[in-house]
């Protein structure tokens, strides 16, 4: 055992050891606040901003990109500011800056205000996604692991449907009271889960893990398909609602019920993905959900049937959320031990934030430079998730190669 998993603590004697629950609801709340509402409850803001004329169309576009932007730089930075302040104290830390994002953004004070706040709540975002997993699988029994992990990023498909149920009700007292009502719910959420949280900890600082020249391999392999997988998530997450009411031509409020289908995607996604990956493995569970994302993206480029969209939403809103234990549990797969896994998995989430801030930027600069052709860019979706799938299928095959 190196000097960094010694510095972990030990995970809990047994199913029943107090406290595992509540740390683990403790943990989907993180996600909840952090990226669930942060992140997905602009998306159904989208056509009420512009309606509101808070911004003009195109900065409101631009500035859905700004929470992809700082999700990198928490993702690059999360594992540094443990070490600086420990990493229960920065998931507290985030969960309260992000429930101050919200109330910034009640006040159009000027688009640079509102990147500002907008950034912020993405770098909480990043960094509650790159500590949260340490903290609460530390101390999970190995049995639980699994379903724990798809509990705790249940947050996030928690966050599409609450989003999408909660926004249009907030928008009858307006975009301001739209903005407070989400920093009370979040203030609310991370107030009732403050006591669930362990004592606070540093991590011990420690040097590079050594790892076979196969692992090292087997992981850039996977930092290539979790970065096409976020160039391929993009657009439904970020756009969906606009799609609907601009690309579409339906109400607003047809098209939050079309993020809420989407919200239900999410929900399913993490525990059916889990599901699947116990009984046919974390690869093959990937490879195909992969397929059914080629499959989906591909045909909202063309069809308008109102039936096949609703199918074709709802299985993409699987992949977001239910991607995250799946490339997590093939990170475990490749390297073992508290420390190197979470090292794998920041690296992960960093490459997944460095190109879905990339491809943000990209899909707005697409979607005004093409006078909002949503086709575009889940054209742009469907490519990213064959090439993620073709890799896989490569790698794989290379790796099982005779020598």
């Not at 004329?53 to 700004?66: G, K, R």
């Not at 994002?101 to 509650?128: D, H, K, N, Q, Y």
């Not at 909660?166 to 009271?177: A, D, E, S």
């Not at 990956?277 to 490879?287: E, M």
Request: glycine fraction near 12%; hydrophobic fraction near 55%.
């Amino acid at each position: 055992m190196n000097s960094e998993d010694a510095s972990l603590p030990p995970p809990d004697s047994g199913p029943s050891s107090p406290g595992v629950p509540a740390l683990i609801a403790a943990g989907l709340c993180a996600s909840l606040v952090g990226i669930g509402l942060a992140r997905f409850a602009y998306t159904p803001l989208i056509p009420a901003l512009i309606a509101a004329h808070w911004f003009s169309p195109d900065a409101v576009v631009f500035l859905a990109a700004a929470n992809l932007l700082g999700y990198l730089l928490g993702a690059v930075g999360g594992r540094h500011l443990a070490s600086a302040v420990g990493s229960v104290a920065a998931l507290k830390g985030a969960m309260l800056l992000t429930v101050l994002a919200f109330l910034a953004c009640a006040m159009p004070v000027s688009p640079a205000w509102f990147f500002f706040w907008r950034l912020l709540s993405g770098v909480t975002g990043g960094v509650i996604m790159v500590l949260v997993g340490s903290v609460v699988l530390a101390r999970v029994p190995p049995g639980r692991k699994g379903m724990a992990a798809g509990a705790i990023f249940l947050g996030l498909g928690v966050g599409i449907a609450a989003s999408g149920t909660l926004v249009p009700l907030l928008l009858r007292t307006g975009l301001t009271g739209a903005w407070l009502g989400l920093a009370a719910i979040s203030l609310v959420v991370t107030v009732a889960t403050w006591r669930a949280w362990p004592a606070n900890e540093r991590p011990r600082a420690s040097g590079s893990m050594a790892l076979p020249d196969e692992a090292r391999r087997t992981l850039r392999h996977l930092y290539g398909q979790y970065g096409l997988m976020a160039l391929g998530v993009v657009p439904a997450m970020v756009f969906m609602v606009d799609y609907a009411v601009r690309g579409l031509h339906w109400s607003i409020a047809a098209g939050s019920l079309l993020w809420v289908v989407f919200g239900l995607g999410a929900l399913a996604g993490p525990l059916s993905y889990g599901a699947a990956a116990d009984r046919i493995g974390f690869t093959r569970t990937n490879r195909i959900t992969l397929a059914l994302q080629v499959v989906a993206a591909a045909l909202l480029v063309h069809t308008t049937s109102i039936a096949l969209v609703l199918v074709c939403v709802f299985v993409l809103g699987t992949f977001p959320p239910g991607a995250v234990p799946i490339v997590l549990g093939r990170v475990s797969e490749v390297v073992t031990g508290p420390a190197a896994v979470q090292s794998a998995w920041s690296r992960a989430t960093t490459a997944f934030a460095l190109v879905q801030a990339t491809a943000g930027y990209l899909d707005s600069f697409l979607l005004t430079a093409s006078g909002g052709n949503h086709g575009l860019l889940f054209l742009l979706a469907a490519v990213a998730f064959l090439a993620a799938l073709a890799w896989d299928l490569l790698a794989g095959r290379g790796e099982h190669a005779p020598a």
